[in-house]
């Protein structure tokens, strides 16, 4: 099953939104606090997809608000864009999670949840028509790319978008997710934060 079913003919991002907060194409639905849905500049150039939400953005119901986001935020603004420039959202719209004790302990997802939540990332780059869409990391790199791309091999490049949502127009590009570079040693997370930078600044340089 997928949410295809749910989403209305031309919706904007409101009625999405609303539409996919009783959204249960999934189980990841059950245990998760809330639907995150995306956000930011309904008329965005660049969108931005990442994989999931986080335990913060679970608990707030935004993307990109914890401490990933943060320096996500930084790293745009670094980039070239204006605050308010961009939309971003995730390929997997629930927290999949394993709870420890009092801890929940993030989870990838598996193929059939981003399979289940590939209409709501379609449904929202056709009401944004970005000209860009950012794939941050492998798992929004499977979803919209598919397996013939690599985060290593083809980040940083404008590379023509043919995924979900597509127009002849967009264009993707490929880059690290920021949660990556959290998690990279203290002697080498200087530079990942860099080559995101650099990898950012090629989509701003691209709708500038």
Same mark, same amino acid.
């Given at each position: 099953? /997928?949410?295809?079913?749910?989403i209305?003919?031309?919706? /904007?991002l409101?009625? %999405?939104?609303?539409?996919?907060?009783?959204?249960?194409a999934?189980?990841?639905?059950? &245990?998760?606090? +809330?639907?995150?849905?995306?956000?930011?500049? &309904?008329? $965005? !150039?660049?969108?931005?997809?990442?994989? +999931?939400?986080? /335990?913060?953005?679970? +608990?707030r119901? %935004? &993307?990109?608000?914890?401490?990933?986001?943060? %320096?996500?935020?930084?790293?745009?603004?670094?980039?070239?864009?204006?605050?308010g420039? #961009?939309?971003?959202?995730?390929?997997?719209?629930?927290?999949?999670?394993?709870?420890?004790?009092?801890?929940?302990?993030?989870?990838t &997802?598996?193929?059939?949840?981003?399979?289940?939540?590939?209409?709501? #990332?379609?449904?929202?780059?056709? $009401?944004?028509?970005?000209?860009?869409?950012?794939?941050?990391?492998?798992?929004?790199?499977?979803?919209?790319?598919?397996?013939k791309?690599?985060?290593? !091999?083809?980040?940083?490049?404008?590379?023509?978008?043919?995924?979900?949502?597509?127009?002849?127009?967009? !264009?993707?590009l490929?880059?690290?997710?920021p949660?990556?570079i959290?998690?990279?040693?203290? /002697?080498?997370?200087?530079?990942?934060?860099?080559? %995101?930078?650099?990898?950012?600044?090629?989509?701003?340089?691209?709708v500038?």
């Open positions: 099953m /997928d949410a295809s079913t749910l209305p003919a031309q919706a /904007d409101p009625a %999405l939104k609303a539409v996919a907060a009783g959204c249960t999934c189980e990841l639905y059950a &245990p998760a606090t +809330q639907t995150v849905f995306g956000a930011g500049n &309904p008329e $965005a !150039k660049v969108l931005l997809v990442g994989e +999931q939400p986080g /335990d913060v953005e679970d +608990q119901g %935004l &993307p990109f608000v914890g401490p990933a986001g943060k %320096l996500l935020q930084r790293a745009v603004a670094e980039a070239g864009f204006e605050q420039a #961009v939309y971003v959202t995730n390929a997997v719209k629930h927290f999949r999670f394993e709870q420890r004790g009092k801890r929940r302990i993030h989870q &997802p598996q193929p059939e949840h981003i399979r289940a939540c590939n209409p709501w #990332v379609a449904a929202e780059i056709s $009401a944004v028509h970005p000209e860009v869409v950012v794939c941050l990391g492998a798992t929004a790199v499977k979803a919209l790319l598919g397996s791309y690599r985060v290593t !091999k083809d980040r940083g490049e404008l590379l023509q978008y043919t995924g979900p949502g597509a127009e002849e127009r967009t !264009k993707a490929i880059t690290i997710h949660s990556a959290l998690r990279m040693p203290d /002697d080498a997370r200087e530079k990942g934060y860099a080559d %995101l930078v650099a990898d950012l600044t090629v989509a701003a340089r691209a500038a």
